[in-house]
């Protein structure tokens, strides 16, 4: 097969895609993200066949596809071995503060034995600054993060709770419609 219409590829990604919806959290979990006659893992995205290869600003084609809030939010993926892919779409209008850890009080739950039941905090500062913040956690993170950290907006942040490694991406919403 050498071919595949990308809305046929997005929805066969999405009927194997499990949603968790909490008030402050939708995580979405893809399964099997493998090539079922291959086995080879299948990219999020893929570059626009429209542009040229040697364009510096090509766009990309995200294959995954999932429902972003209206408002300010933090995206937060578990990076794996496996061929699972986890994305928890943080709503942040109206909060700022939310946990991480294993444990069931906690908005983003991550389920590895190495993280800690509240493992840490991501809060917003009021000059809306995004703050990663350990809970004296007995692993740490990656860094040991022991003061709050800035996240950077429009840029991957990565972090590591435990064994598990997750990338986070702050976003602002996009505005179509409004004059500067």
């Not at 066949?49 to 972003?68: G, H, M, V, W």
């Not at 906690?106 to 190495?114: A, E, G, H, L």
Request: glycine residues 4%; hydrophobic residues 35%.
């Amino acid at each position: 097969m050498k071919m595949i219409h990308i809305e046929c590829l997005r929805s066969w990604l999405n009927s194997k895609c499990s949603i968790k919806e909490s008030n402050s959290v939708k995580t979405y979990c893809w399964k099997a993200m493998e090539c079922e006659l291959c086995k080879h893992r299948l990219p999020d995205r893929i570059p626009d066949p429209k542009q040229s290869a040697k364009d510096l600003n090509r766009r990309f084609i995200d294959l995954l596809t999932y429902e972003k809030p209206d408002g300010e939010f933090m995206v937060l993926e578990s990076v794996t071995q496996q061929n699972i892919k986890i994305l928890h779409l943080v709503d942040m209008i109206g909060r700022s503060m939310i946990k991480v850890g294993r444990g069931h009080d906690c908005q983003v739950r991550v389920t590895d034995i190495s993280v800690s039941r509240l493992h840490g905090f991501f809060r917003k500062s009021s000059q809306g600054f995004f703050l990663l913040e350990d809970n004296a956690s007995k692993f740490g993170t990656l860094v040991q993060v022991r003061k709050p950290y800035l996240l950077a907006k429009d840029n991957p942040n990565f972090f590591q709770l435990g064994r598990s490694i997750v990338e986070i991406a702050v976003r602002e919403p996009i505005r179509i419609g409004r004059t500067l």
